[in-house]
């Protein structure tokens, strides 16, 4: 049985089925299996995320790589067919939650679903998939942080590290740390979906502004010891849409206060009649 320092996870002649796919798959599931729990909790149409996740998964991916690959650019511009390459990784959380949140946006808006309730059941989705993805970085050895000798540090190969620290052999791993973050941010979130329409203070929107400010604020600070980082002018990309993102949940949160609460009920006929 191959080892996770070898990327490939399952070897069958010309077929290589690699870790990195392995964990990516498992988070897609663990999101869309979580997202149709909690639609069933709140009292919601839980077919609707089965009807959904296609849409939202692979245009998701698509917008992840997309935004990597134009980072990338230089690297890409002359390998189109390499740039669609996803084997070895080079997918992007922000550009897939970008991509992901317009996705629902239409699809909410094309079957006459509340957005905000429904954004609110895909969030802790969102966060236990990024949970269970972030390993992908450690079967490729990528995404780890500055040399430490600290007990949980991470050894990465020679070959993978970056020149500036070639004389050491164990990092930061930066992955490990933001996959925690984001499986105790999952359950706290799939708590306030369930828990928060008794709360007087709730409002729907606010499981999705959370998830927005508390991502950007803990991806910017793990971002500022990662060695892999990609720019945009003279900060990593990370922080802008980290900036980003802590702005549009800020802004979810004060509007959804100064606009009529939404009830949150899901009318299956409504998308029947639209389809």
């Known amino acids: 049985m191959p080892s996770l320092h070898d990327p490939v996870a399952i070897a069958l002649?010309?077929?290589?089925?690699?870790?990195?796919?392995?964990?990516?798959?498992?988070?897609?599931?663990?999101?869309?299996?979580?997202?149709?729990?909690?639609?069933g909790k709140r009292g919601l149409d839980q077919e609707f995320i089965f009807d959904i996740a296609p849409?939202?998964?692979f245009l998701g991916i698509a917008g992840a790589r997309l935004y990597y690959v134009l980072l990338e650019w230089d690297r890409f511009k002359d390998d189109?067919?390499?740039?669609?390459?996803?084997?070895?990784?080079?997918?992007?959380?922000?550009?897939?939650?970008?991509?992901?949140?317009?996705?629902?946006?239409?699809?909410?808006?094309?079957?006459?679903e509340p957005l905000f309730t429904w954004l609110d059941i895909i969030a802790p989705g969102v966060a236990l998939g990024q949970a269970l993805g972030r390993w992908g970085n450690w079967a490729n050895?990528?995404?780890?942080g500055t040399p430490t000798d600290l007990p949980w540090a991470v050894t990465i190969d020679p070959a993978r590290r970056p020149s500036a620290y070639e004389a050491f052999a164990t990092f930061h791993p930066t992955f490990l740390y933001e996959s925690?973050?984001?499986?105790?941010?999952a359950i706290l979130l799939s708590w306030l979906v369930v828990n928060g329409p008794r709360l007087r203070w709730f409002r729907n929107g606010d499981v999705i502004g959370l998830y927005l400010i508390g991502y950007g604020v803990v991806r910017f600070f793990i971002e500022r010891i990662r060695t892999d980082s990609l720019y945009i002018g003279p900060w990593p990309a990370a922080y802008w849409l980290s900036f980003g993102l802590i702005a549009v949940g800020l802004a979810i949160m004060v509007l959804r206060r100064r606009m009529p609460a939404?009830?949150?009920?899901?009318?299956?006929?409504?998308?029947e009649d639209a389809a």
């Not at 089925?17 to 639609?39: D, E, K, M």
């Not at 939404?262 to 998308?271: E, H, L, M, W």
Request: glycine share 12%; with cysteine.
């Open 80 to 112: 189109l067919v390499g740039a669609a390459n996803i084997r070895g990784g080079g997918l992007t959380i922000h550009g897939a939650v970008i991509a992901g949140a317009l996705t629902v946006w239409w699809l909410c808006r094309r079957y006459r």
């Open 13 to 39: 002649g010309p077929l290589e089925i690699r870790w990195y796919a392995v964990f990516i798959l498992s988070g897609i599931f663990g999101a869309v299996a979580l997202a149709h729990w909690l639609a």
């Open 141 to 144: 050895q990528e995404a780890f």
């Open 180 to 185: 925690i973050f984001n499986l105790v941010n």
């Open 55 to 57: 849409w939202v998964v």
């Open 262 to 271: 939404d009830t949150g009920r899901v009318i299956v006929a409504t998308r």
